[in-house]
């Protein structure tokens, strides 16, 4: 082998074991599966779909070095990149940031070869070399040699004379003269010196891109000009070309209109005390553990129904936006962290539809900082995207809450790297989203960028942005930095304690590491949430004030005596006779009920409401509604015959039938709700007479488990896996490169498994266990998988052979009759 690598599998095979370890772990596609050998590996990292996804994880000034590459002579000399990133002037910026930026390139085998040959993977070179059809991002067209192809020889001789060159005798070298001067500095200003204003206007339209514009049959006299000297050349129909060369010279060298070696500042910066930061996004994450278990409660006797498609119909959200007294696009958001957590979900039955799991009853049980951390510990990983929720589909369809096709594979990567930015901030800083958005597009070009960039559209192009779905990252990026607001990972823009633990552990870290952060930022969170209330305030105007979170059963118990008027710092509770009749009816008598305002307020009870609760509940249950259909019984006739001769009782159909029971056509349901609308406090009573009490059981979906985030491309190869794939690749790479000895015989072809006969290949395997030599052997296993392999025999019997593997490097046993042949290696081959 040369010293100078012929081939990127040359070079790979030149690499430390550490180099090929980073390019594993760079482009972890390469690993499924792990690659035979270096070939193997080389023509694996050279396929399309390996090539475009590596692309796509550069960062800009690392893609602008590529494109400059694509467009520079293959091989490249570092000078000529360089002349080409930072002009004729050259720039300091770019002129320290290229070497990382070339290194970048090369641990991801984009490029290859030493500084005086740098050459672009041909794939890559493919996907960003410009064309008619697949113009470069820089904005250049094609070279005079490229866009000359076909032109007749009488044509080209004209053009050269008109630009004021010799005759020669041959088309190739005519190019090659109007090449020289075009890329002459000073020859090319010599001849647009000579050139009319309105022609060096021309050029400046197409300097940056598009390099492309139309002509009639007639040009006018000034593009005449610039035809005949083979500025604008011809491509085809009435479209003309200003050649690559022409156009560096206008730009002063130039690939990039604005190279952008050095990221975007994140900046202005706004200081706050941490202290506050981290009280105020404590407080919004109480806030958050309340706006979900308000959604548990609304959805507690079973949810709304799933649409045949999936999903949530565009009503019920509306309805559950109400409920949590939020925004559809806020409720979009919460139900989605809810689905995420395995909190609510379909239940499968036939008439599906939304309730809580049994997993929600456990969430509930669980401390404030605790829950906070499965809701957080959901949305970071979640692939699931809140904010698509009413946008249109490829088919145009509507995205709906709940429903499929909202998964996108960049949210948690997306999700961390935003954090993380935050993160690397001094504690209690924050930026504007736009300059987290700017540094997000410039280390991860966007897929809409790159979007536009397959599509043509040069750089600073006027309508050029690619469509809203292409520039997904984007919106995820602004949509995390809202989210993260609302959950309490942030206050007042800020990136809060408790989140920097979780972001801390990265987007790739083990689930145990993942376990440690979650536990590290819980017990952060735990100081700053409030302490649950034991009390409430009694007012006279028959209302409560718990001025703080309570505990969960007073908070459940008021929710059954008094309706919620206001939420915020302090929820306000209002008594009405409705809701007091609700307490009744649920088993508590009023003894009962004035026990428990007496022991948990912190004032005494006031009379209004005493008077109240003993009113309606000296009403209570004087009336009895059964099934006959149903009936009304009552001790006190007079009563029964105020209600028949209510007119408002027309619609239940009563009769009497004894002096103490009416009967109805309509439903016990049904007779209940009418006397209750007539100002009644009727009570139900079961076929023994009994009161029945109304405590409806809560709906649960049988168990089930939270929505699997989907990954975006094979995960992230751990320490262990690396190593073990860089020795498998060492070993295949010396059993496909090792020297043999010659064969009797014809020689095999390069790449093809050796051909023995049985006997043969039983000799040389004694022969070998006898001189404990290495041998090359050819196997197929048992699924007809055929490889190469160097091993060292170490025993010979029944039909097997145990010998030592260089490839995977352990002792195996291998059945002779799959050996498909064998050749001993040269003296100096292992």
Request: hydrophobic share 45%; with cysteine; proline share 9%.
């Amino acid at each position: 082998m040369t010293d100078t690598p012929r081939t990127l599998a040359e070079e790979l095979r030149t690499r430390t074991d550490s180099g090929l370890v980073g390019l594993l772990r760079a482009r972890p596609d390469l690993l499924n599966p792990v690659p035979g050998d270096v070939t193997q590996l080389a023509t694996r990292a050279g396929t399309r779909a390996s090539v475009v996804r590596a692309v796509e994880r550069l960062d800009r000034f690392a893609l602008q070095t590529a494109e400059a590459l694509a467009v520079a002579p293959d091989p490249c000399p570092y000078g000529t990149l360089a002349g080409l990133m930072g002009g004729d002037t050259g720039d300091a910026a770019v002129a320290t940031e290229l070497p990382r930026a070339v290194a970048a390139l090369r641990a991801q085998a984009l490029v290859w070869g030493p500084d005086d040959r740098l050459r672009l993977v041909r794939t890559a070179r493919e996907l960003l070399t410009p064309s008619a059809t697949h113009p470069s991002p820089t904005g250049l067209g094609p070279t005079v040699a490229e866009a000359m192809a076909g032109m007749s020889p009488g044509r080209l001789q004209e053009i050269i004379a008109a630009a004021g060159l010799p005759a020669t005798h041959d088309p190739v070298t005519a190019v090659a003269a109007l090449t020289g001067l075009f890329s002459g500095r000073d020859r090319m200003a010599a001849l647009l010196d000579t050139a009319p204003a309105e022609s060096v206007a021309v050029l400046d339209k197409l300097l940056w891109g598009p390099p492309y514009g139309g002509v009639t049959d007639r040009p006018a006299p000034h593009l005449q000009w610039l035809l005949d000297r083979g500025l604008l050349i011809p491509a085809g129909g009435r479209n003309v070309v200003l050649p690559r060369e022409a156009a560096l010279h206008l730009r002063a060298g130039r690939a990039h209109h604005v190279p952008e070696p050095l990221p975007p500042a994140l900046a202005p910066v706004t200081e706050r005390d941490p202290q506050l930061v981290d009280n105020a996004a404590a407080s919004q994450a109480f806030t958050s553990l309340a706006t979900v278990e308000e959604l548990l409660k609304e959805w507690d006797l079973g949810g709304p129904p799933v649409l045949r498609a999936g999903g949530l119909s565009v009503r019920d959200l509306k309805r559950t936006a109400v409920a949590l007294d939020t925004t559809e696009r806020l409720a979009a958001f919460w139900l989605e962290l809810a689905y995420g957590a395995g909190l609510i979900a379909s239940d499968g039955e036939a008439d599906e539809q939304y309730a809580a799991t049994p997993a929600a009853e456990e969430w509930l049980q669980l401390p404030d900082h605790e829950r906070w951390g499965t809701l957080a510990a959901a949305w970071l990983s979640a692939t699931r995207t809140a904010g698509l929720v009413g946008t249109a589909d490829a088919k145009g369809r509507a995205l709906a809450a709940l429903g499929p096709n909202l998964d996108r594979s960049p949210a948690p990567e997306v999700r961390h790297r935003a954090l993380a930015l935050l993160a690397g901030l001094p504690p209690g800083t924050s930026v504007p989203a736009a300059a987290v958005l700017s540094r997000l597009q410039w280390e991860r070009p966007l897929r809409g960028a790159a979007a536009t960039r397959a599509a043509g559209a040069p750089e600073g192009t006027p309508g050029s942005a690619a469509p809203a779905e292409s520039d997904l990252r984007s919106r995820i990026a602004q949509w995390t930095l809202e989210e993260a607001e609302l959950l309490g990972m942030t206050g007042r823009g800020a990136l809060a304690a408790h989140a920097r633990a979780l972001v801390d552990a990265g987007p790739a870290a083990t689930p145990a590491e993942h376990a440690a952060a979650n536990a590290r930022a819980v017990a952060l969170l735990a100081p700053h949430l409030p302490e649950p209330l034991d009390h409430v305030l009694l007012q006279a105007d028959l209302t409560a004030v718990a001025p703080g979170p309570l505990r969960r059963p007073l908070a459940e118990a008021l929710d059954v005596l008094a309706d919620v008027e206001s939420k915020g710092g302090a929820t306000v509770y209002r008594f009405t006779p409705g809701s007091v009749r609700r307490a009744l009816d649920a088993g508590r008598s009023a003894a009962e009920l004035q026990e428990f305002l007496a022991t948990h307020s912190r004032t005494p009870v006031p009379q209004p409401l005493a008077y109240l609760i003993d009113d309606i509940a000296r009403k209570h249950g004087q009336l009895r509604i059964g099934a006959a259909a149903a009936y009304v019984r009552c001790d006190d006739d007079a009563l029964l015959s105020e209600i028949l001769a209510d007119r408002r009782a027309a619609g239940l159909r009563l009769r009497r039938l004894a002096p103490t029971v009416l009967a109805a056509t309509t439903s016990p349901d049904q007779l209940l709700d009418g006397l209750r609308s007539m100002g009644y406090a009727p009570a139900a009573e079961s076929a023994t007479g009994d009161v029945l009490i109304a405590r409806t059981d809560s709906y649960r979906t049988s168990p089930r488990t939270a929505p699997t985030p989907v990954p975006e491309g094979p995960p992230a190869p751990d320490a262990t896996l690396l190593e073990a794939a860089v020795r498998a690749i060492r070993a295949g790479d010396l059993a496909a490169t090792a020297e043999r000895k010659p064969l009797h015989g014809p020689a095999p072809t390069p790449g093809a498994l050796p051909r023995t006969t049985s006997a043969e290949t039983l000799a040389t395997m004694q022969a070998a266990v006898l001189t404990s030599s290495a041998l090359w052997i050819g196997y197929v296993n048992a699924d007809g998988a055929a490889s190469q392999r160097v091993i060292a025999p170490v025993r010979v019997e029944g039909g097997f052979v145990t010998a030592y593997d260089h490839t995977s490097d352990e002792v195996r046993t291998y059945p002779l009759h799959r050996i498909t042949g064998v050749a001993e290696l040269a003296d100096d081959a292992v």
